[in-house]
């Protein structure tokens, strides 16, 4: 079935580069704000949504071409792209959302561009453990692989059998997570130019659907009750440096409330910097920077970001 696709919002008068051997479009200008959860940011210099790995292929035959960087985007749920925008080529895995489910040994293969929560709920519904901490991430697959995603105890890392990765240069390997060299939130390849096109991960059978979609189901209340879904987000700014967390530091300290600009640290959890209306991106930096700065000064801690800044600020 084909799917309607709607074109993303240019500033460019000229006309989309049409990608040879297949139907890819790359746009010039194009604004990546909608395509972020913050809804902040500039433009990309150029943007392409791929829908196979045909297509990707043609596409990194085109950046080593151009010379130009390359970005992957996912649900844009940890990205705070500068106001000024991004260099090079933006892609967006929004398609790539191949899906294949063994039932034998409950593992689920699915691509790059696939809801995170989406997939939570479905293992749910099969009464399949194993993802039921990630309901309330807005992520996708891929995303969720680059930053070792978690919540409730649970992550990426605890349930990949592998990652599928193209590489710029045409490279395709499959990694473990011990490959991936996981660890809190991180992956190797936040440091790396490359493209997860799809992972597959290993759930187990457990008693039953109903208390598979009890304990999803709770944790998604909870985290609706304790985290501010109402307003733009990036969700935790920082990481915890464990065994402290970041939040309990950042309320200690006042900050709750606290604004520079459209960006404001959430009432209802301090870790979270939302975008409390027309924020730009350098509002949200600026008090990500203040933040750092007083949790610096009164409790000697060094807070990391978790969020990713793309561009200059
Ligand atoms: C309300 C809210 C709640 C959140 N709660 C949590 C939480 O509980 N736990 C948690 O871990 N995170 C949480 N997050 C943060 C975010 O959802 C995760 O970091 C998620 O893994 C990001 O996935 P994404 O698809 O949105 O990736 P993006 O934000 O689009 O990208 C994140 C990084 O991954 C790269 N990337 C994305 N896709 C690919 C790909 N296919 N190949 C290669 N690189 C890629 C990007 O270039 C970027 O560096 C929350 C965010 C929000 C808005």
């Not at 260099?87 to 699915?110: A, D, M, P, W």
């Not at 700014?237 to 960006?263: D, T």
């Not at 991106?281 to 800044?309: C, F, G, T």
């Amino acid at each position: 079935m084909a799917i309607a696709h709607k074109h993303p919002m240019t500033n460019s008068l000229t006309n989309p580069i049409a990608l040879r051997h297949t139907d890819c479009l790359i746009y010039q200008k194009v604004h990546i704000s909608p395509y972020t959860s913050y809804k902040v940011g500039g433009q990309a210099q150029w943007y392409v949504e791929p829908k196979s790995w045909n297509d990707v292929q043609e596409i990194f035959r085109w950046i080593e071409k151009q010379q130009i960087p390359l970005t992957c985007l996912g649900a844009g749920s940890n990205l705070l792209i500068c106001d000024r925008g991004i260099e090079g080529l933006v892609l967006n895995t929004r398609y790539l959302k191949e899906f294949s489910l063994n039932q034998e040994n409950q593992s689920i293969t699915v691509g790059a561009g696939y809801s995170l929560p989406k997939l939570a709920w479905l293992a749910a519904k099969k009464g399949w453990e194993g993802l039921e901490w990630a309901v309330g991430i807005p992520a996708t697959i891929g995303g969720a692989v680059v930053m070792n995603a978690g919540a409730h105890k649970g992550c990426i890392a605890d349930i990949l059998s592998n990652a599928l990765v193209a590489y710029p240069d045409g490279n395709l390997k499959y990694l473990s997570g011990q490959e991936l060299e996981y660890s809190y939130r991180t992956s190797k390849l936040q440091k790396e130019q490359a493209l997860v096109l799809s992972a597959t991960l290993k759930l187990s059978p457990t008693s039953t659907r109903d208390k598979m979609m009890e304990i999803t189901g709770n944790n998604f209340k909870h985290r609706k009750k304790t985290q501010p879904y109402d307003k733009p987000s990036c969700g935790s700014v920082f990481r915890n440096p464990q065994p402290q967390a970041a939040g309990w530091l950042i309320e200690q300290i006042g900050l709750k409330g606290y604004q520079i600009g459209g960006a404001q640290v959430a009432h209802r959890h301090a870790n979270f910097i939302l975008n409390a209306g027309n924020a730009t991106a350098k509002d949200i930096y600026n008090l990500i920077n203040h933040v750092q700065e007083q949790v610096q000064n009164s409790w000697s801690i060094l807070l990391h970001p978790e969020v990713r800044m793309l561009g200059e600020f």
